[in-house]
């Protein structure tokens, strides 16, 4: 299951260069923020 985790990001990512919908841009960044952040 984590290794299928792993790839969410960049599914996401992608998606959201396709739709340039914000929902999938802050599904990408706010996991990050907080891992930079903490």
């Given amino acids: 299951m ?3 985790n792993a790839l ?3 599914v ?3 998606a959201y260069q396709i ?3 914000p929902f999938f841009e802050n599904v ?3 996991p990050l923020i ?3 952040v903490k």
């Fill in 8 to 10: 969410l990001p960049i």
């Fill in 28 to 30: 990408v960044k706010k």
């Fill in 34 to 36: 907080m891992l930079f």
């Fill in 19 to 21: 739709t340039k919908d």
């Fill in 12 to 14: 996401y990512s992608e």
């Fill in 2 to 4: 984590l290794y299928d």
